[in-house]
C-alpha cells in the first residue's frame, strides 16, 4: 500500500482491525514520521529548511508563508492538508491518521493537540482504532494548550480559548472555551 492509498482509505474508513494490513501501515509511517521529525526537532532550522523539512514530512508542498516553531510531533503526518500562510507554535502534537484539514491563515498556539483516533470500547479490542477526520477552517485562532478530540469541526474565523478540550463542532466566528468548549460569544466583525 503506497501513502496515496493509505490517504484514501483512511479518508472512507470507519474501523482499523488491528490484525489489519492498514494497521501494519501506521507503523511504517510512523517510522517515516519519526525520523523526520528527529531531524526537524533536534537541530536550528531556517524556516525555509523548516518548510521543506515540513513538505517531506507530510509528503506535499507547504505555502512559502507557511511557518513553524519547533519541535513538532506526529504519529502519521501525510494525512495533514494545509492552507496558506499557516503557523503552528512550538511543542503541538498531530495524531494525523483519520486526517488533518487546516484552512488558510490559521495560527496555533503552543502545545495544541489534535487528535483523530479513537480506540475500540470493547476491552479484547482495545488496539483496534476509529479514525475520525478534524477540520479547521481558515482564519481560525486555535490558543495554547488546547485538545481538539476526533471528527470535530472549527469553522472559519473561530476562536479557541487557550487550554480548552474541543469535543464537538465549533460554528463559525464563535469563540469558545473551556473543559468542555462551550460558546462564549460570536465575533462582531465590525
Same mark, same amino acid.
Given at each position: ?81 494545509? $492552507?496558506? /500562510? *499557516?503557523? !503552528? ?10 486526517? @488533518? %484539514?487546516? &484552512?488558510?491563515? =490559521? ?29 479547521? $477552517?481558515? /482564519? *481560525?485562532? !486555535? ?10 469541526? @472549527? %469553522?472559519? &474565523?473561530?476562536? =479557541? ?30
Amino acid at each position: 500500500m503506497n501513502n496515496k492509498e493509505f490517504i484514501e482509505c483512511m479518508n472512507k474508513i470507519e474501523y482499523i482491525d488491528e490484525n489489519s494490513k492498514l494497521f501494519e501501515k501506521f507503523y511504517q509511517l510512523s517510522e517515516q514520521a519519526r525520523k523526520i521529525t528527529m531531524e526537524l526537532n533536534n537541530k536550528y532550522h531556517t524556516q525555509d529548511e523548516i518548510r521543506e523539512l515540513f513538505s517531506r514530512l507530510i509528503d506535499k508542498e507547504v505555502d512559502k508563508n507557511f511557518r513553524l516553531f519547533p519541535p513538532f510531533y506526529s504519529e502519521c503526518a501525510i494525512n495533514i492538508t494545509l $492552507g496558506k /500562510n *499557516v503557523f !503552528i507554535n512550538a511543542c503541538c502534537k498531530f495524531q494525523d491518521q483519520g486526517g @488533518i %484539514e487546516i &484552512g488558510d491563515n =490559521v495560527l496555533i498556539g503552543h502545545s495544541v493537540i489534535i487528535a483523530t483516533l479513537n480506540h475500540d470500547f470493547n476491552p479484547n479490542k482495545r488496539a483496534s482504532m476509529i479514525p475520525k477526520k478534524v477540520k479547521i $477552517g481558515s /482564519n *481560525v485562532w !486555535i490558543g495554547s494548550n488546547v485538545t481538539i478530540l476526533p471528527g470535530v469541526t @472549527i %469553522e472559519d &474565523g473561530a476562536i =479557541v480559548g487557550a487550554g480548552s478540550v474541543v469535543v464537538k463542532n465549533v460554528p463559525q466566528n464563535a469563540i469558545v472555551a473551556g473543559n468542555p468548549a462551550k460558546i462564549i460569544r460570536y465575533i462582531d466583525k465590525e
